[in-house]
Structure formats: C-alpha cells, structure tokens
C-alpha cells in the first residue's frame, strides 16, 4: 500500500470517529472510542509496513522480507 492510498484510510477513521463524537458528554466513552480507533490505526500502519502475508506458510523466510531491500534505507514519511 501506497503512503498516499495509507494516509487516506488513517484521515477516513479520523473524521469517522470525529463525527461519532458530536454531542458526546461521557468523557469516559470518548476516552475509549480514541483509543480504540488509535490502535485501529496502528495495526493498518504495520500491516502497510510489512507488506502481504506469504502464500505458504512454511517457506523459509527471507530476512529481509520485513526490513525491506538492505541496500536502500527505508525513511520515515514526513
């Protein structure tokens, strides 16, 4: 996935929960929907990171399968 197509989905489960929380008085619930769409985020953001699943499980795996090529270093979206 893209950083572009991955910014999108994060801005649409951001302004999902924004419009959610219009009239929300419990501070507990508001606490606990953030967190929830928080960690929403995160696990998009590492599936993004490490790429699809292997199609069999019982291949060996390549090291550089999560870190990606060795040779060009990986920089953090701005």
């Known amino acids: 996935m893209d950083e572009k197509a991955l910014t999108?989905?994060?801005?649409?489960?951001?302004?999902?929960?924004?419009t959610s929380q219009e009239g929300q008085t419990d501070g507990y619930i508001y606490e606990d929907t953030f967190v929830k769409m928080?960690?929403?985020i995160g696990t998009d953001i590492l599936k993004a990171s490490i790429g699809p699943l292997p199609e069999n499980r019982k291949l060996k795996k390549n090291s550089?399968?999560?870190r990606g090529n060795s040779r060009s270093p990986?920089?953090?979206p701005e």
């Open 8 to 18: 999108e989905i994060i801005m649409q489960k951001i302004r999902q929960w924004y």
């Open 38 to 40: 928080i960690d929403e």
């Open 64 to 66: 550089n399968s999560i």
């Open 74 to 76: 990986k920089t953090c």
